[in-house]
């Protein structure tokens, strides 16, 4: 128990905290201590990730985890082995056994806590929460091995002795289903069976779980301190996290009332009103305790709609800052509980239709008529919105650049969405553990899809944090200036529509300058016959934003590694906003990034934030390790979110 605690910690204390208390020192043109942050680039040298091709399908993969592997089985090992020529009174294979039974027991605590839902493992030990889930897997696997062949040798030594009621006594038998509860839990953790039944494998885990730790319980009956400590901060974990969930919801200002949006086929949008508490999520000890009222960017939530599902919690992003006063989720209808939600949703939108069908005539022909001159209202001022800011707010039209003002129009021609209201709890919020991002001269967010609501917070309240420090007249402990590239990958142009709740905010920093948004659009093409010339103009900047609608079209798979920009095209030039017709090439944007904070005379720093599927968030990990070895390199500070 004491090696499978120790280990994680003293990771957190040399990767997460020492990092971070070391930063918090640097002055303007450098970071201070280089020589651990010289440590720290060749321990990620060591820890790096490999692309490896197998049958067509390409795997990431880190060597560096078969060390802590062999590391574990050799204290296991000796565990197993040490002083057993002294004891003689008993067979040498049975004491093993005993052995092996105590090494499983104590596998418990770690195993629970890795999946604790405030989060408190990961925060010591600096563990993303993907690595902390692979962590309790690899464990819950080992203790089920150990188990097994504990069972085993056990079996031997006593139907060797023909002493067969051994096995017939409670105590064993109880052992023997908790074993079985343990194979059925690992069973249900392989990915193909959780994702053909999360919900199942939800509910399965919670009831083998229990059966197992009490049957543990009464089956080891010399060691029950390990199997105590283990469920009671189990229970103390769900308990804290269930009663700040209430808390949300009944200080609520709308009692957990929220609102859901259906933007498209595959997408809705939850807003849940907060009652936000002033509190100062930037500090380092926010990592270490639960959270209320308030989070940091880069947060998750566990997510319960009660009609819906009773009793599941689902976690997603929040796609909003604290100071919006609601906690927004844009989720992704996949199957079993967003499936069940959508359908939810068209049914009560179906309904409100019936209700108001039924009214009379004239209430008909006047909420006709109101809801006409809304939706007219509503629809006027977005396609409108031109002539609106030539009429009214001159000003604004001059005061943004061409490829601001272009991205402005797209995101005002998107129609309001339709708003129901429904029930919903939340438990949390949990993670972003990740360093404070003030601290570094240039930072790089990449995203796919969905992977936004995690990286455009993340990018937004660094914006603002940045602003407000310089209105401040605080340079503090950070670099004079830093420079922010926002890298989107998405399917269609009109999947900006997810985040419209954040893009108002961005326009401003877009157009000063201090951050470049770069949008890739992956699933559909520009239309190269409505441009005049060749492939290669078009990223030129004369394309107005009639045209960029006009090249949207559907075309085939040949045809996507076109580009064309309205901003930019260069990734040199951080101000602005492009859109490329490509997935992103993550080795020339993190190259250039890179470069432009190399320097042989200075120790600078660079950031790179990711949130995708696995393959997306290894070709970044790929980017940034072949960049900590170019010639004046800064740090390379890469973290990864990971869903799918």
């Given at each position: 128990m004491a090696v499978t605690m120790l280990l994680p910690l003293a990771h957190g204390i040399l990767f997460l905290w020492?990092?971070?208390?070391?930063?918090?020192?640097?002055?303007?043109?450098?970071?201070?201590?280089?020589?651990?942050?010289?440590?720290?680039?060749?321990?990620?040298?060591?820890?790096?990730?490999?692309?490896?091709?197998?049958?067509?399908?390409?795997?990431?993969?880190?060597?560096?985890?078969?060390?802590?592997?062999?590391?574990?089985?050799g204290i296991t090992g000796y565990f197993l082995i040490a002083e057993t020529s002294k004891i003689d009174y008993q067979p040498r294979f049975y004491i093993v056994s005993k052995r092996l039974g105590r090494i499983s027991i104590g596998s418990i605590l770690m195993i629970l806590l890795f999946v604790s839902k405030n989060n408190f493992v990961s925060a010591l030990s600096g563990l993303t929460l993907d690595k902390a889930v692979f962590f309790h897997k690899w464990l819950g696997r080992y203790m089920f091995i150990t188990a097994t062949i504990h069972m085993i040798l056990s079996l031997k030594?006593?139907?060797?002795?023909?002493?067969?009621?051994?096995?017939?006594?409670?105590?064993?038998?109880?052992?023997m289903i908790?074993?079985?509860?343990?194979?059925?839990?690992?069973?249900?953790?392989?990915?193909?069976?959780?994702?053909?039944?999360?919900?199942?494998?939800?509910?399965?885990?919670?009831?083998?779980?229990?059966?197992?730790?009490?049957?543990?319980?009464?089956?080891?009956?010399?060691?029950?301190?390990?199997?105590?400590?283990?469920?009671?901060?189990?229970?103390?974990?769900?308990?804290?996290?269930?009663?700040?969930?209430v808390l949300h919801k009944r200080r609520g200002p709308t009692k957990g009332v929220s609102e859901f949006e259906i933007l498209d086929e595959t997408t809705i949008r939850i807003s849940i009103p907060i009652k936000i508490k002033d509190s100062d999520n930037q500090e380092w000890w926010w990592c270490l305790v639960p959270r209320y009222g308030n989070w940091r960017a880069g947060q998750h939530v566990h997510l319960n709609v009660s009609k819906v599902s009773l009793f599941q919690y689902h976690p997603f992003t929040i796609a909003s800052l604290s100071d919006s006063g609601k906690i927004v989720i844009v989720m992704k209808v996949h199957k079993g509980f967003t499936r069940k939600l959508k359908k939810k949703l068209i049914t009560l939108m179906e309904k409100e239709d019936e209700e108001a069908a039924t009214e009379s005539s004239n209430e008909i022909t006047s909420t006709h008529s109101v809801a006409t001159s809304e939706d007219n209202t509503t629809n006027s001022s977005a396609s409108e919105s031109g002539s609106l800011l030539k009429t009214k707010?001159?000003?604004?039209?001059?005061?943004?650049?061409?490829?601001?003002?272009e991205f402005k129009e797209i995101i005002d021609s998107f129609e309001a969405a339709r708003i129901l209201k429904l029930k919903a709890g939340i438990n949390g919020p949990y993670?972003?553990?990740?360093?404070?991002?003030?601290?570094?001269?240039?930072?790089?967010?990449?995203?796919?899809?969905?992977?936004?609501?995690?990286?455009?917070?993340?990018?937004?309240?660094?914006?603002?944090?940045?602003?407000?420090?310089?209105?401040?007249?605080?340079?503090?402990?950070?670099?004079?200036?830093?420079?922010i590239n926002i890298v989107m990958a998405m399917k269609k142009i009109a999947n900006l529509q997810w985040y419209d709740h954040l893009w108002e905010e961005f326009l401003p920093f877009?157009?000063?300058?201090?951050?470049?948004?770069?949008?890739?659009?992956?699933?559909?093409?520009?239309?190269?016959?409505?441009?005049?010339?060749?492939?290669?103009?078009?990223?030129?900047?004369?394309?107005?934003?009639?045209?960029?609608?006009?090249?949207?079209?559907?075309?085939?798979?040949?045809?996507?590694?076109?580009?064309?920009?309205?901003?930019?095209?260069?990734?040199?030039?951080?101000?602005?906003?492009?859109?490329?017709y490509a997935r992103p090439d993550f080795a020339t944007i993190i190259g250039d990034a890179v470069k432009q904070v190399s320097s042989k005379d200075y120790r600078k720093s660079f950031a790179c934030l990711g949130c995708g599927p696995g393959s997306f968030n290894g070709e970044i990990k790929l980017a940034c390790q072949a960049n900590r070895w170019v010639e004046g390199a800064p740090d390379v500070y890469c973290y990864t979110e990971s869903f799918g």
């Open positions: 020492i990092p971070w208390f070391l930063r918090s020192k640097r002055d303007a043109a450098s970071l201070k201590y280089k020589p651990y942050f010289t440590f720290i680039k060749y321990f990620d040298s060591f820890t790096r990730v490999f692309r490896v091709r197998l049958l067509g399908k390409t795997f990431f993969i880190q060597p560096s985890l078969l060390v802590v592997w062999v590391f574990h089985l030594y006593w139907l060797d002795l023909k002493f067969y009621i051994m096995i017939q006594i409670p105590p064993q038998i109880f052992g908790a074993y079985s509860c343990l194979g059925m839990l690992n069973l249900a953790s392989f990915k193909f069976i959780r994702n053909f039944a999360f919900d199942l494998f939800l509910v399965q885990h919670r009831i083998f779980n229990f059966i197992m730790l009490l049957l543990v319980y009464f089956h080891n009956g010399g060691n029950h301190a390990i199997v105590l400590l283990g469920v009671h901060l189990l229970v103390l974990d769900r308990i804290t996290s269930r009663v700040l969930g707010e001159m000003a604004d039209v001059e005061v943004y650049a061409h490829p601001v003002q993670g972003g553990d990740h360093q404070p991002l003030t601290r570094f001269d240039s930072v790089v967010l990449f995203s796919a899809g969905s992977g936004a609501s995690f990286t455009l917070p993340v990018a937004l309240d660094l914006l603002k944090t940045i602003k407000a420090r310089e209105e401040a007249d605080d340079y503090l402990y950070r670099p004079a200036t830093t420079s877009l157009n000063s300058g201090r951050a470049h948004l770069s949008l890739h659009i992956t699933q559909e093409v520009p239309d190269a016959a409505s441009v005049d010339g060749e492939e290669s103009e078009l990223g030129e900047e004369k394309e107005d934003s009639a045209k960029v609608r006009q090249f949207l079209s559907r075309g085939s798979s040949s045809n996507r590694n076109q580009s064309f920009s309205t901003g930019s095209s260069s990734y040199d030039q951080i101000r602005g906003f492009s859109i490329t």
